[in-house]
């Protein structure tokens, strides 16, 4: 099944030029790229991952023979496969490939197509692009003469984390909530001048920042979806909404501003990147890459969260004072937060939860102790950072009443934070970057989860020395960093496995790992100059979720699998797909992990994979979708009978604007590029991957 890549000539890994600069210039204010050029000598990825991966497959393989030599008595070696369609194993029926439950379809090639390419046997529809209405009274969508009342009332733009919900009964309907995380000014309005932006622009910006939440009908004979405009439970939150400010941190004069001298309410959400469904039916939304929306910031604490001295990129804090660090000191305080919104309650208030500590939130993902307490794990996207874990002190209750999911909605602002510190178990002189293999042939070892601070009804405790409780909650990096946490190569989605229950870090990249004086190989993350990323498998003691220890090893080494380097959890190198910086994560019902990558350094275009994380497929991977010129895939929601993603910032690529897109997606040549939402199914109407 073994895939080539196509040749390809690229530049999206250098800045500027390629989408790398136009994504990292809108999205994160360049706050994660930074060009430190590579003097050293050592390998791109050392040979020791290559000798643990040779190591671990000659392990799995005799595991294999000798299970099955005890069952029958004998041992059969397989003859070569004769062509490749028989490699595949595709079925000459369904023209689907066998494979781990839940993936049998056959990949996708690398492929740079300006469309969403999908597998042989799929369909799919666009659910819904940025400015579709959603409330009652919102204009159709004109790119010409947008405003931001308009704006408000439709599906805002670059729709990244998604979350369908039931809707108990609507026969065939659901509740789509999405992630707006960011704006492509240059992309969304013609003769946008950056230097000089106006206030309309700014105000529709604002507008289409945010989450959405909208039904969606299913069609019974297909997986298509289409929104259900003007429903009651349709909904917009923006970038000037209110919110309330919940848990320690609520309150304090870290949080106070002229506009809000109590602290508890703050106006707006921003850079919602990736989130997750709580087991009491909200959704949760990180706050990622706050930074870059401010301006004229001085403090140290400031720079530790990268915001800027001088200008920001858009320009907001000539329109409102809050976006101005000089004027507003305390309004950067405000952002940085796991928000929580309850999407059957359209009236209800959002929460920014301080307890859940203050960082570039990927996202947020919940799991219950045995006791029903939530824990939730979070990854801190910047190269060097932390991942996170949080363990309430409440319990979950059951039902639907209002008193309940008030309750429940209270579940996040009491409880511990921990940070991780991982260790190897080879002797550090062994982990050199060099690509010397450690003695005991693979890269794992143990770690621990380290209290922060403690929030409950009473007050809140600080766990750290030389900290209060809540310069904890406002300043958690400073926390972490004090702690001694682990450096790890740009934390992004974590996901707990609903089966087996354990956690899965996608780690997207790092290419200053072990560059000039910054931090050097580890064991966690063992590659200098790492540019495809890894993902890590972490098992906590004795399986439960609000343990304070746990196991961790590698379980994917992201990159072309013909580079020695790579490894998929054991599995044969020359039947999966290849793939290059994981980003956010889902499950499916079998088990399997689904990824989502976001800057593909491979010269394909960005993708959706599966790989089996059990039996003896495990580590089997393959790729299901690929994005249109310039788009990420984000999302991703993973049904029984649909897939469903965002194609981010399609046409995002240095040198685009809103008069010469550099896509045709997904509206055809010349028209003007529309983040969406896509949906694929079987045109069989039989599940996905079976």
Known sequence: MRIPLPIIRTNSDSHP?????????FRCGDACFHEVPNTTTNPYVGDVIAEAVSRRTTLRAAAVVTAAAAVSGTVTVAAPKADAAEAAGVSERTGSSRGAR????SPVAPNTADIVTIPDGYAQNIVIRWGEPILRGAPAFDPENQTAEAQAKQFGYNNDFLALLPLPGERNRQVLVANHEYTDEVLMFRG????NPTRQQVEVAWAAHGLSAVVVEGDRRTGKLTPVPRHPLNR???ATSEFKVTGPAAGSDLLKTSADPT????LGTLNNCSGGVTPWGTTLHGEENFNQYFANATRTTDKRYGLGTGASERKWERFDKRFDVAQEPNEPHRFGYVVELDPYDPTSKPRKHTALGRFKHEGATVRLTEDGRPVVYSGDDERFDYFYKFIGSKRMKKGASRAVREHNLSLLDEGTLYVAKLSGDSPAIEIDGTGKLPADGEFDGSGEWIPLATATADGAVSHVEGMSAEEVFVFTRL?????GATKMDRPEDIEPNPHTGKVYVALTNNTNRGVGSNAKADEANPRNANKHGQVLELTERWNRADSKRFAWSLFLVAGDPEDPAT?????????????????????DSYGNLWISTDGNQL?????????ATRGDRRGELKQFLTMPNGAETCGPVIQDRRVLVSVQHPGEIDGATAEKPLSAWPDGEGKINRPAVVAVWRKDGCDIGV
């Not at 030029?17 to 210039?25: D, E, F, K, P, Q």
């Open 263 to 266: 602290g508890t309410k703050a």
């Open 102 to 105: 839940g993936l049998r379809f």
């Open 479 to 483: 926390a972490g960093d004090k702690v």
């Open 17 to 25: 030029g390629g989408r790398a600069a136009l994504t990292c210039r």
């Open 236 to 238: 917009r939150v923006t």
């Open 192 to 195: 946008y001048d950056a230097a």
């Open 603 to 611: 010269g394909s275009h960005d993708g959706l994979f599966g790989v």
């Open 567 to 587: 490894y998929f959890a054991g599995f044969p190198k020359e039947d999966v797909s290849p793939i290059s910086c994981p980003d956010n994560v889902a499950f």
